[in-house]
């Protein structure tokens, strides 16, 4: 991992010519939640930090306390737990998601689960400090906390309705509808693991996918 | 009347100490919410969000016992169950203004505390210290969602069992079995079994 101190200076924009356009991704996502001042964002900017990782790289391990909220500017992150001595995969980043431990950040308990690059990557990282700093000074940026935390809870009702209501084929045509690019750049594995399903499972409904229409209907 | 009101208060009082857990209030400042608040009562079995509705409300029970489920292939499956202090209500349809896809249903008669989501923006608009309350609020409910959602995940149906009866003994004798087995996602069949066995167990 090679972690690059704060953004302001102009000197690490010879490091990463790519700032401009990631400091955009991450206002991009913002303007989703609220949308905040040049002022307003500018200090969230102040506190960020660029961090850049290999390929099968571990941000965090199991038990330690997540320190980092990460944005993923560049690159590919799995989230997941051991069970037994399998990997139980809960969450696949790309680019313009937030990844991290969430409850050991928010909770600042002891993290059961490991956070992964799939790719190299490259994300826009704060600490829980600084984090709560922001919040003190500006009340809309705990504005933005606050929605940004409801929307990961939602979208974990989210899934959980969806893993009730729809079975195996069906939550997999759903994951391949809504994330083509996915099932481009994430090993089969990963995949089967975050839905749930064994690989063999996972391969021969991919299979049912590739032959003619007609022939998918008929099942 | 006087009997209600003061159940009332008492419902009030519970809440102030619920807030102030997470952010303390002075009684003046809890004052400040009361315009915005609204009590709900309900029979038992009544629907208090059906689906394909836009959930108006954010509910905290105040008495009662109040279920949240879904349609699932013909059947009904319960994915909360919620007593005195709890919040439920139709999170996704509330938030995002959709339809919803769940049930909001009492068991018991019920009273809530409400704030409809006209209100809740307002005073989040209005007063910053809410603002806080409200991340407070949610970041627990999501930290507690995932570690609900990492037990489902980790444990067999028995341990998921033997956990819940442990730390929920009181809501073994207020629900229902159908719901407790539904909302545990164990068949009838297999929850009776495990019950059983923790009868021996005890004799």
Redesign the interface.
């Known amino acids: 991992m090679r972690q690059i101190g704060r953004l302001t200076p102009g000197f690490f924009l010879c490091l990463y010519p790519n700032l401009f356009r990631m400091l955009d991704a991450l206002r991009q996502y913002i303007s989703g939640f609220v949308s905040l001042t040049n002022e307003e964002f500018a200090s969230l900017a102040d506190m960020l930090v660029i961090r850049s990782f290999e390929k099968k790289e571990l941000l965090i391990r199991e038990g330690e306390v997540e320190n980092y909220l990460n944005f993923l500017v560049k690159g590919l992150a799995r989230k997941y737990?051991y069970?037994d001595k399998a990997e139980?995969i809960?969450q696949i980043a790309r680019e313009g998601e937030l990844i991290n431990s969430?409850?050991s950040f928010?909770?600042g308990t002891p993290s059961?689960y490991l956070v992964e690059t799939i790719e190299p990557s490259t994300f826009l990282s704060i600490t829980r400090q600084q984090l709560e700093k922001l919040?003190e000074n500006s009340?809309r940026i705990?504005?933005l906390?606050?929605i940004a935390?409801?929307h990961?809870?939602?979208q974990?009702?989210?899934w959980?309705?969806e893993c009730?209501?729809l079975d195996t084929r069906e939550r997999f045509l759903h994951f391949v509808q809504n994330n083509p690019d996915l099932m481009q750049r994430v090993p089969q594995k990963f995949l089967a693991s975050y839905l749930?399903m064994k690989p063999e499972t996972f391969s021969r409904l991919k299979h049912l996918l590739q032959r003619p229409r007609a022939t998918v209907r008929e099942k | 009347m006087g009997k209600q009101k003061s159940s009332y208060k008492t419902a009030l009082d519970g809440l102030h100490h619920y807030l102030s857990r997470y952010l303390p209030l002075s009684k003046a400042e809890f004052q400040l919410l009361l315009p915005y608040l609204e009590i709900r009562e309900y029979d038992k079995k009544v629907k208090v969000t059906r689906e394909g509705e836009v959930e108006r409300y954010f509910n905290i029970v105040a008495r009662g016992l109040v279920r949240k489920y879904l349609s699932v292939r013909g059947g009904e499956q319960t994915i909360q169950l919620a007593v005195e202090g709890h919040i439920i209500h139709s999170e996704l349809s509330f938030f995002y203004r959709t339809p919803s896809n769940s049930v909001v249903e009492t068991i018991e008669p019920t009273v809530f505390l409400s704030i409809s989501y006209d209100s809740l923006e307002q005073l989040y608009e209005q007063f910053p210290r809410i603002e806080r309350l409200g991340r407070l609020i949610v970041t627990d409910l999501f930290v507690k969602k995932d570690l609900h959602y990492f037990d489902q995940l980790r444990k067999s149906t028995r341990e998921r069992f033997l956990d819940y009866i442990r730390t929920h003994s009181h809501m073994l004798q207020r629900v229902p079995q159908k719901y407790l087995a539904s909302y545990l996602n164990i068949k009838p069949e297999t929850f009776s079994r495990l019950k059983h066995l923790i009868q021996q167990k005890k004799g």
């Open positions: 737990f069970k139980i809960t969430s409850a928010l909770s059961p919040y009340p705990e504005r906390g606050r935390i409801t990961l809870f939602l974990r009702e989210e959980e309705h009730l209501r749930n």
